[in-house]
Structures are given as structure tokens and as C-alpha cells.
């Protein structure tokens, strides 16, 4: 996925954004493959566990059998036609995940070419927040970034304003 190209600034927000509210050599279960990010927090001092490529819409097994302190899903939401099941698995108390935003001078996101590649929901922030209470974690900190592109053209021009990222900090909510 990252062949050509590495997404530093989103990987620099992401870290710092964790770093502020997990502790280094905190246990995580990390919602997705292994990835670059991943091997990053491992670096840094974190305990991660990936998923194994499981579809998270219907196999929770993973997520039910995880002893971890805290769940991260960077990017991963998004493509689960239904992500509030998994979020209402998880065991853990804490919560660390990110999305990109739905743009509204661009269409959803689709690979031609992996079918594990494409936006089911690009969320609005208001969305995800309400997905988020649904499921039983409360927001405590959250962060959007833009995601500006090196090429000419009003899209470019929008997306070096407009924002692309967003992340969140959430706490279950104790039943």
C-alpha cells in the first residue's frame, strides 16, 4: 500500500496524538494487518498485537480474545460496512482511533484493484462522535488535520484547507 509513496505528516499527528494519552509500553491491539504504523509504535516503545486479517464486520474473535489496555484503528472504520459491532466488542477501556473525513468536492475512496481497499462510510466528524456514543465510549480529546497535495488544481487547493484527518481519544463508558 505505501510502495510509492509513505504518509509522514498523518504518521506524525497519529503518533503525537498517542503519545499524549498512552503511555509508552502500554499493551495494544491494533485494529488491522501489520502495517507501517504499527512496526512505528512497536519502535516506540508500545506492545502491539495486530488483527489478522479477519473481516472485523462478521469475526470479532480476535478483538473478544485480546487482554490489551487499549485499541487503536487508524483508518479502519471506514471500511466496515458495519463498525459499531466491533466497537461494542472490544474489551478494553480505552480507545484510540482515526478516519478520514468525508470531503465534499471529492468522491468516497475505491481501489479498483483490492476489494479490502475501498470507503464503505467517510464520515463526518459529527458522525463518527454519535457512532462512537452509540457504541459506549465517550470522547475525551480529538484533533483534524488537512492532508495537503503537491499538485495544481482546486482540489489541491481545497484539500490544503480543508480537513482530511481526524482522530480521537475515547474512554468506555462504564456501564
Known amino acids: 500500500m505505501y510502495e510509492t509513496t509513505f504518509p509522514g505528516k498523518r ?3 497519529t503518533l503525537s496524538f498517542l503519545q499524549k494519552h498512552i503511555p509508552k509500553e502500554t499493551s495494544i491491539l491494533d485494529l ?3 502495517n507501517p504504523f504499527s512496526k512505528i509504535m512497536s519502535e516506540q516503545g508500545y506492545v502491539v498485537e495486530n488483527t489478522k486479517g479477519e ?7 480476535t478483538v473478544r ?3 490489551a489496555e487499549v485499541v487503536t484503528a487508524f483508518e479502519i472504520f471506514e471500511h466496515l460496512l458495519a ?3 466491533v466497537l461494542r466488542e472490544i474489551k478494553a477501556d480505552k480507545l484510540v482511533a482515526s478516519i478520514p473525513l468525508k470531503l465534499w468536492f471529492a468522491p468516497a475512496y475505491r481501489s479498483r484493484t483490492d476489494p479490502w481497499d475501498r470507503h464503505y462510510h467517510e464520515f463526518e466528524d459529527w458522525q463518527f462522535d454519535w457512532l462512537l456514543e452509540k457504541a459506549g465510549w465517550k470522547i475525551k480529546d480529538r484533533e483534524k488535520w488537512t492532508n495537503p497535495v503537491k499538485k495544481i488544481g482546486v482540489r489541491p487547493l481545497l484539500r490544503s484547507f ?3 484527518y481526524y482522530i480521537v ?3 468506555r463508558i462504564a456501564n
Do not use: I, K
Open 11 to 13: 504518521f506524525q499527528h
Open 32 to 34: 488491522g494487518v501489520p
Open 55 to 61: 473481516d472485523l464486520d462478521l469475526d470479532f474473535e
Open 65 to 67: 480474545n485480546s487482554n
Open 83 to 85: 463498525p459499531f459491532n
Open 162 to 164: 480543508t480537513p482530511r
Open 169 to 171: 481519544y475515547a474512554e
